[in-house]
Every structure is written in C-alpha cells, then in structure tokens.
C-alpha cells in the first residue's frame, strides 16, 4: 500500500504561483503511477496531471504551461508547481497513486489529504 501526504497550498492573488508537495510511503518499489486532481466547489473532480511511473507528465489543457510536475526520486516526493494562478485554479487539490500493471495505470487507489488553494483576483 502507499500513503501519500501532501503539503503546500494556500492563497495567493491572480498571477502569482504555489507549489505542492506530495510525498508517498509504505511500498514505494513496485511500480506505481500518480496523478494530480482537483475539485472546485459545485464542480466535478478535474484530472490536471497524470504522470506514469517514470514519472513523465500529461498536463490537462486547462494547465498546461502554467504547471510543471517535477519529482525528487530518492525521497519520493512529486511537486507540483503552479504559475500565472487564475482564479479558476481555486479548488481542492489532491495527488493520488496506483500501482500499475504491464506499465499501464488503471485505477488510483490511495489519495493524499487534499489542500486547499484559493486565487484571488
């Protein structure tokens, strides 16, 4: 099993930028995937990163070349830098893990606790 716990977050004005930390535990050495989802209020969860288990990133259109998903291999740990904020970035945002099978990533089983953003504008 994996445990992620994230870190990072909070509130910044339109423009400005946040970076997230997501950091996984338990079984580490089997080959897992993560990806980086987010919920705003009244809204569906919304995948905005999806990273294989090499850790090469999928940006959703609404983030791309505004976030940049980078890693820290030796301690486990996925960042998630987030610039140009607009006020539509407000939202929960989670990282989430699941372990892959033939290199492909079917289902994210273990969520970290979620942090909250909020851009003002």
């Known amino acids: 099993q994996l445990q992620l716990v994230q870190s990072g977050g909070g509130s910044v004005q339109a423009g400005g930028s946040l970076t997230l930390s997501c950091v996984a535990s338990g079984d580490t050495y089997s080959p897992y995937c993560m990806a980086w989802f987010r919920q705003a209020p009244g809204k569906e969860r919304e995948g905005i990163v999806y990273?294989?288990?090499?850790?090469?990133?999928r940006y959703a259109e609404s983030v791309k070349g505004r976030f940049t998903s980078s890693q820290d291999n030796a301690k486990k740990i996925r960042y998630l830098q987030m610039n140009s904020l607009e006020s539509e970035d407000t939202a929960m945002y989670y990282c989430?893990?699941?372990?892959?099978?033939?290199?492909?990533?079917?289902?994210?089983?273990?969520w970290g606790q979620g942090t909250q953003v909020t851009v003002s504008s």
């Open positions: 990273l294989d288990e090499d850790g090469r990133p």
């Open positions: 989430a893990a699941g372990y892959t099978r033939y290199s492909e990533c079917y289902e994210y089983d273990y």
